[in-house]
């Protein structure tokens, strides 16, 4: 199993930004699939989490400004995220759970004016 994350870079505060995250390489649904992020000096959290039944679930200082897209059937997911804040910035990890937990490699987002 590999994922494969595109997107992020460079956006100004309010600015926009999509990442991908595709899953390759397993012929089976995934569980869930979604974003972690990690900032400088900080412990990894959550961002979106999709499960292949049930509600999406947004950390708390995403709520509102990011969204998923794409099909957790077809293991393509993409994460649109707006009004995008300096505290945004991170390191996104796209991942995928199926009887074991699998990560993309990381994306840098950077918001900034």
């Known amino acids: 199993v590999q994922l494969q994350a595109s997107g992020g870079g460079l956006a100004q505060p309010g600015g926009s930004l999509t990442l991908s995250c595709a899953v390759t390489g397993s012929r089976f649904n995934m569980n869930d699939m979604g974003w972690y992020r990690q900032a400088p000096g900080q412990q990894r959290e959550l961002v979106a989490r999709?499960?292949?039944?049930?509600?999406?679930t947004y950390g708390d200082s995403v709520k509102g400004r990011f969204t998923v897209s794409g099909d957790i059937a077809k293991k393509l997911l993409y994460l649109h995220m707006n009004n995008l804040k300096p505290e945004d910035t991170a390191v996104y990890y796209c991942?995928?759970?199926?009887?074991?937990?699998?990560w993309g490699p990381g994306t840098q987002v950077t918001v900034s004016s």
């Open positions: 999709v499960p292949r039944t049930g509600n999406i």
């Open positions: 991942f995928a759970f199926k009887s074991q937990l699998h």
